[in-house]
């Protein structure tokens, strides 16, 4: 079979977001070339995920190694033990359980990571004569993400668009008028469990998707992303249901600990629901 003609470029990681992404644009009636990003990930579970929708979705799908510069880039949970795996102190990152809180997922960044999956987008896009990169940000990221946030997008995609203009789809520039947008960032002000609720209109396989950060046979259900991947199901569900005035199940995904999650997120709700005034406040 052959590939479809592509006209976008999607980051493409094979979690939830990004594939609940990739249904988005193909709803809209793209056709995106899927670029997976290999950083030294402790698995690569997730890539196998998005290998395996790509060819579902007969989509090209490439992915780009960037191993090669892990060991310089490893301060981070997300990046594997055999390229360092430590902090600065030389202490091994255990993969944080619990919820995604800010102190929790400090440890999962990896420095300037969007930055270097769009700039390689970019290029993928304007060598192929594409228009768009989609990406799958969501305001959920923003706080540790700094390179989430609207302000980042808008500058990264002014410097693709002025640094390539007249190449490929991108067209010159007008002096003074706005810069064309290439980035698509449809979840972009949503939270995940919006992506989540899109993903069940969209009738996306979430357990064809891949959110845990360890590296089992299935889901851990109790690390970071497990647990943000559990409330936000779960509250897109109840939305649906009450909408329907249903009681059906949209996950089929096998999780070793189901419950687990339920606790944090009271615990994180709870300590939300404080006076404000015992609550640092880090922007
Ligand atoms: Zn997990």
Not at 8 to 22: K, P, Q
Not at 173 to 193: C, D, L, M, N, R
Request: net charge negative; hydrophobic share 35%.
């Amino acid at each position: 079979v052959s590939k479809r003609i592509h006209d976008s470029v999607a980051i493409f990681s094979g979690g939830l977001d990004s594939t609940v992404l990739v249904y988005e644009m193909m709803q809209q009636g793209l056709n995106p070339h899927l670029l997976s990003f290999n950083y030294g990930q402790r698995h690569v579970k997730e890539l196998d995920y998005a290998a395996r929708t790509a060819e579902r979705l007969n989509l090209r799908h490439d992915i780009v190694d960037l191993t090669g510069i892990t060991h310089l880039i490893s301060n981070s949970a997300l990046t594997s033990p055999q390229y360092v795996g430590a902090d600065l102190a030389g202490n091994f990152i255990e993969v944080p359980e619990g919820h995604y809180a800010e102190d929790n997922m400090q440890l999962t960044v990896v420095p300037n990571r969007n930055m270097i999956m769009l700039s390689i987008a970019a290029g993928v896009m304007v060598n192929n004569g594409y228009r768009l990169i989609g990406t799958g940000v969501h305001s959920g990221d923003h706080f540790v993400y700094p390179d989430c946030r609207p302000r980042f997008l808008n500058a990264v995609n002014a410097s693709i668009v002025i640094g390539n203009e007249g190449f490929g789809c991108i067209p010159k520039q007008e002096e003074g008028t706005e810069v064309t947008g290439v980035i698509y960032a449809p979840f972009h002000g949503q939270s995940k469990a919006d992506i989540a609720l899109k993903g069940i209109y969209l009738y996306v396989p979430f357990e064809d998707t891949w959110s845990c950060y360890k590296g089992g046979d299935i889901h851990c259900g109790k690390c970071g992303t497990c647990v943000e991947r559990l409330e936000a199901i779960a509250e897109a569900q109840e939305r649906v249901n009450e909408n329907y005035g249903e009681n059906l199940q949209y996950d089929n995904t096998s999780y070793e600990d189901t419950e687990y999650w339920k606790g944090v997120v009271a615990d994180a709700k709870a300590a939300t629901d404080e006076p404000a005034s015992s609550q640092p406040r880090s922007l």
